[in-house]
């Protein structure tokens, strides 16, 4: 098997020309296995996420061009404090980048260039770093099925029918189809927008139909199918390794098509390895990421998307954990700060909050009983699993819930240091028209009970125009400080991170 | 809810004097012990400091209410949640 024995390259450095790929340094004899990780996360939160990772991993990361992208290199033991991290969705081994690939111009060349490309990579490391971080897997589902699923589940059903399928094993992804935004074309044809798949196989409906869904294709033709199988002999104990190939393509200057590269490229994946194809229920999942001239084949290491972790009720828009961290990463919360989330709907970021910065105390409200309710659930779910960790601490966590008025706030003047929530979109929530009215009253109000100085707020929302508007009107209290804009369902928001200015709110609005 | 929480929160039915509207009363489901007035200088006290933390963070008033002490207004506590939002004709 080759192995590029390049070394790691820094960002900056001269890159080698044409397609000479650059391999992570490959272990030598009884030198620790490392491994390169790709890492999806909330498109406009790549340096909060590097900043996780340099804080518990001790690794710098590359942010790539293609958003929503970071790499790092860990020792492959490290992979359980990789899992832990809070700011990523999905987690990949890189078995093999090219900063400047160069792509023939004619489609079949193209595609025959990726064919071939199949057994030029250096698979051996990456491949190990796949059956380690499965061991890892199996243990985390043996502690699922002991664990609390059927709890939440009757709840779930007690919920009615708002609540989508909140089953652990089925990453749903109908809020968040595009983890990586669409790259606008330069040129005049739109190519395919990337494919967007979930782990498992599950069809991902988009939102707005910017997107087609590109899913996956392999050549599970019946021909190639039989060949694996006739070559399966009576090896009794080896198992043939089932896989699927899912390419993610964007850029204009393509011949070919995402499902056309996936289909070539795992052609050419079967024949080297005499692995099977399957769609659904597969042991490897091979990435191949196209962006431009950047090319990044690598390994899935995880299953479903761990954004849904903390999440066992949903409702119509529950808000990733990893945005909600991100959000909460970016007001930077000191020990003692009281955070509150005025909006929480199913509770998103007070239990993020709570699970990541302990040493904070977290209040979650608001108008709806339903939402309430959910939040409330899913505070109990946490509980649970806290407690089959760390019986002691199962009553300390600090989070409250309470419901109430967000344009009228039953919390005392200056009382809190930090608001972050998800403000209403017009679009899925509410309406365009009460968000005019909406959003100023609850600035006011947010700034009421927001300590003058040093308080601060970080909001996401969908509508900019009446959130600028409305900002604009409350200068004296809210001077906007940093915008982060993210993709959250298909549709563009922005995160807002705002800071209190010094003045003094009145005490309470008079009501006549 | 917490005892932190209480902390926080005040009354907001309308027409209160400026300031009003703090502490809400606690009104318990059933008879619980609430811890004495604290003695001076407790902050080094670390036993003292224990018992404080166990009793803001850790015990819950599951059923309830909040009275407002203004307006004599009752705010109903359930299963943990306390429900501080007031009527149409309140607001």
């Known amino acids: 098997c080759p192995a590029g024995r390049c070394g790691w390259v820094q960002p900056g450095m001269a890159e080698a020309a044409g397609d000479a790929g650059l391999a992570p340094a490959a272990a030598q004899e009884g030198a620790e296995l490392a491994a390169v990780i790709g890492a999806t996360v909330p498109t406009g939160f790549e340096q909060t996420a590097a900043e996780e990772v340099q804080e518990k991993l001790g690794s710098a990361s590359r942010i790539s061009r293609d958003r929503g992208k970071i790499y790092f290199e860990v020792p492959a033991r490290s992979l359980p404090q990789v899992h832990r991290l809070r ?22 060349d193209a595609l025959k260039d990726l064919e071939d490309l199949v057994k030029k990579l250096p698979w051996t490391d990456p491949l190990k770093v796949w059956e380690l971080n499965n061991s890892l897997k199996k ?3 043996k502690r699922k099925k002991h664990g609390l699923q059927s709890p939440a589940s009757r709840e779930k059903l007690s919920d009615g029918g708002e609540e989508r399928g909140a089953d652990q094993s089925n990453s749903n992804d109908q809020e968040d189809c595009a983890q990586n935004p669409v790259e606008p074309a330069d040129g005049q044809d739109t190519e395919n927008p990337q494919a967007v798949t979930s782990r498992n196989g599950v069809e991902e409906e988009e939102e707005d139909n910017e997107q087609s869904d590109v899913k996956v294709e392999v050549q599970a033709s019946s021909e190639s199918g039989s060949k694996a199988g006739d070559g399966q002999t009576g090896e009794g104990e080896a198992k043939v390794l089932k896989f699927r190939v899912t390419c993610n393509r964007a850029g204009d200057k393509h011949s070919f098509t995402s499902n056309e590269a996936a289909r070539d490229f795992g052609g050419a994946v079967q024949e080297h390895f005499q692995w099977k194809a399957d769609m659904t229920n597969f042991d490897v999942e091979v990435l191949l990421n196209i962006h431009n001239n950047e090319v990044v084949v690598g390994i899935a290491l995880t299953e479903e998307s761990l954004h849904r972790r903390n999440i066992t009720h949903f409702g119509p828009t529950t808000l990733r954990s990893t945005l909600a961290y991100g959000m909460l990463r970016l007001c930077d919360p000191q ?13 998103a970021i007070p239990i993020e909050g709570a699970a990541e910065w302990p040493y904070c105390y977290h209040i979650a409200g608001d108008n709806s009983p339903q939402a309430v309710k959910r939040a409330a659930n899913n505070i109990c779910s946490l509980l649970r699993k806290n407690e089959s960790k760390d019986s002691s601490n199962a009553l300390g966590v600090p989070l409250d819930i309470i419901q109430w008025d967000i344009c009228n706030l039953p919390l005392r003047t200056g009382s809190v240091d930090i608001v972050v929530t998800d403000m209403p979109f017009g679009k899925r929530i509410g309406s365009k028209k009460k968000n005019w009215d909406l959003y100023p009253a609850c600035l006011m109000e947010m700034g009421r009970i927001c300590t003058p100085g040093t308080g601060r707020a970080v909001l996401l929302t969908q509508d900019k125009k009446c959130f600028a508007k409305a900002l604009s009107r409350v200068g004296h209290i809210w001077r906007r400080a940093q915008t982060v804009w993210v993709n959250v369902g298909g549709l563009h928001a922005a995160v807002y991170l705002l800071r209190r200015t010094w003045e003094r709110a009145e005490e309470r609005r008079p009501f006549w | 809810m917490k005892l932190l929480t209480h902390n926080l929160l005040s009354s907001h039915v309308p027409g209160l004097r400026p300031g009003g509207g703090f502490p ?19 902050e080094s ?12 963070l850790e015990v819950e008033v599951l059923e309830g209410s909040l009275q407002c002490p203004d307006s004599g207004r009752r705010f109903p506590i359930s299963k943990g949640v306390p429900n501080l939002l007031l009527s149409e004709d309140e607001a």
């Open chain 1, 87 to 108: 700011s990523v969705d999905n987690l990949f081994v890189v078995v093999q980048e090219f900063k400047d690939y160069q792509f023939k111009e004619n489609k079949e």
């Open chain 1, 139 to 141: 243990k985390k589902t």
């Open chain 2, 45 to 56: 006290d670390e036993e003292f400091l224990r018992r404080v933390h166990h009793v803001l």
């Open chain 2, 24 to 42: 809400l009363r606690i009104e318990l489901g059933r008879p619980s012990e609430l811890p004495p007035e604290p003695l001076p200088n407790s």
């Open chain 1, 335 to 347: 020990p003692t700060d009281i955070i509150v989330d005025p909006m929480c709907g199913t509770g």
